[in-house]
């Protein structure tokens, strides 16, 4: 167990909704880091906060945004979704900004239909 | 993409055997790291090496680092059947603030 806890596990929605998911950091880390795993893209990079701001931008699309509250829980917002949004959702956290090891979360599984 | 490729792509060893993967990169790194991932499961951090370092061990595992070649290699000794699982190498940028994952390799090690 990581420390880092995401809901909901499974999510199964339409094309064209919009989901939230949510994840909470271990106890005192202060970067969150979402990523996106699908079979065909591999584990890819969405963004990443710490302490509440947004420090750095992968490959997210514009249809998604994500924050992080003062408690560092942080949600990923989903929206017009469409079939290849369809994915495992990672969250992470480590302690510091920058390069230190990441420890993840079990992950929500997004399908879209 | 700057996104590491790793090589094979998938790995099938008897138990007791070695595995070795490996995996390229593009660009100038502050540190690599490297992940396994059970299957449908949260990835789990193993070893970081940073890009002053040439090699580095920790257990059964020995990370060695070439940034001359923008490459690294993961072995795995006397692999037991628990290890079965996909390896990912990460790279993080300079800055510290861009994560590349590489494409994974699939490790199934036969008992």
């Known amino acids: 167990d990581s420390g880092v806890t995401q809901t909901p596990k499974h999510l199964i929605t339409a094309t064209g909704q919009r989901v939230t998911l949510r994840c909470s950091p271990r106890s005192g880390d202060l970067s969150v880091y979402w990523y996106q795993q699908s079979l065909d893209q591999g584990l890819q990079f969405l963004i990443q906060?710490?302490?509440?701001?947004?420090?750095a931008k992968g490959n997210i699309l514009e249809r998604f945004s994500a924050q992080q509250f003062p408690d560092l829980h942080s949600e990923l917002n989903l929206s017009s979704l469409e079939l290849g949004d369809s994915a495992l959702y990672f969250c992470?956290?480590?302690?510091?900004?920058?390069?230190?090891?990441?420890?993840f979360g079990p992950g929500t599984r997004l399908t879209v239909l | 993409s700057q996104q590491g490729e790793e090589d094979p792509q998938a790995l099938s060893i008897q138990e007791g055997e070695n595995a070795t993967m490996n995996c390229s990169y593009k660009?100038?790194?502050?540190?690599l790291q490297w992940y396994r991932q059970n299957s449908g499961r949260g990835l789990v951090h193993l070893i970081l090496?940073?890009?002053?370092?040439r090699e580095k061990h920790s257990g059964r595992l020995r990370v060695t680092l070439d940034t001359s070649k923008k490459s690294s290699s993961l072995l795995i000794t006397a692999s037991r059947a628990a290890d079965t699982a996909s390896y990912f190498c990460?790279?993080?940028?300079?800055?510290?603030?861009?994560?590349?994952f590489g494409t994974g390799t699939s490790l199934t090690v036969i008992p």
């Open positions: 990460a790279t993080v940028s300079r800055t510290g603030n861009q994560f590349y």
């Open positions: 660009t100038s790194i502050n540190n």
């Open positions: 090496i940073r890009s002053n370092e």
């Open positions: 992470a956290s480590s302690i510091l900004l920058g390069s230190n090891e990441q420890f």
């Open positions: 906060y710490y302490n509440g701001e947004e420090r």
